[in-house]
T-cell receptor
Framework: SAVISQKPSRDICQRGTSLTIQCQVDSQVTMMFWYRQQPGQSLTLIATANQGSEATYESGFVIDKFPISRPNLTFSTLTVSNMSPEDSSIYLC?????????????FGQGTRLTVV | KQEVTQIPAALSVPEGENLVLNCSFTDSAIYNLQWFRQDPGKGLTSLLLIQSSQREQTSGRLNASLDKSSGRSTLYIAASQPGDSATYLCAVKNTGFQKLVFGTGTRLLVSP
């Protein structure tokens, strides 16, 4: 498997500010996924990011709150906007290295966000 | 809507024991099921991927089984070690979708 790097690994932010999380993959991938893991809970998909098109958001997540960029096939960013303490979570990016639907998913090391 | 459940939520065992983690899902129309390990505050490490047509997969001391018709998977860990202490997550990919639906995890503690 290739390497998936997320930055920052953790951050403590003031409420009302925004944080942009970066995800870099060392090989080209068609789809990148952003997940959220709230404290003590499992992972929930925020959105799917395709290169050259707008991200597709899951129910309960909106572009104004979680804008996503996908400028090329190896990079994506997720911004958490106008943060509140409820946004404190681990945010993870995920990729599949082949386009087939039955392939293995790989994850970055996550970004641990605390909003105070 | 797919729902994934993991039992038990937490498990504590002495080193050397063999153990079984359980995962159940409500919709059997899946492409695959994947088991992950997550260390505290960290990302996910893929352990095993089972395709919907397969019954089991093995990697070292780990063996995962899949019974798609009954909506169940088990992860068997042989001769557990303190380094196995982590949260174990199962996730399924439904037919026609790329996203994973995750279970709530089993937090494993292996004591020396």
């Amino acid at each position: 498997s290739a390497v998936i790097s997320q930055k920052p690994s953790r951050d403590i932010c003031q409420r009302g500010t925004s944080l942009t999380i970066q995800c870099q993959v060392d090989s080209q991938v068609t789809m990148m996924f952003w997940y959220r893991q709230q404290p003590g809970q499992s992972l929930t998909l925020i959105a799917t990011a395709n290169q050259g098109s707008e991200a597709t958001y899951e129910s309960g997540f909106v572009i104004d709150k979680f804008p996503i960029s996908r400028p090329n096939l190896t990079f994506s960013t997720l911004t958490v906007s106008n943060m509140s303490p409820e946004d404190s979570s681990i945010y993870l990016c995920s990729v599949n290295f082949r386009q087939q639907l039955n392939t293995e998913a790989f994850f970055g090391q996550g970004t641990r966000l605390t909003v105070v | 809507k797919q729902e994934v459940t993991q039992i038990p939520a937490a498990l504590s065992v002495p080193e050397g024991e063999n153990l079984v983690l359980n995962c159940s899902f409500t919709d059997s129309a899946i492409y695959n099921l994947q088991w992950f390990r997550q260390d505290p505050g960290k990302g996910l490490t893929s352990l095993l991927l089972i395709q919907s047509s397969q019954r089991e997969q093995t990697s070292g001391r780990l063996n995962a089984s899949l019974d798609k018709s009954s909506g169940r998977s088990t992860l068997y860990i042989a001769a557990s070690q303190p380094g196995d202490s982590a949260t174990y997550l199962c996730a399924v990919k439904n037919t026609g979708f790329q996203k994973l639906v995750f279970g709530t995890g089993t937090r494993l503690l292996v004591s020396p």
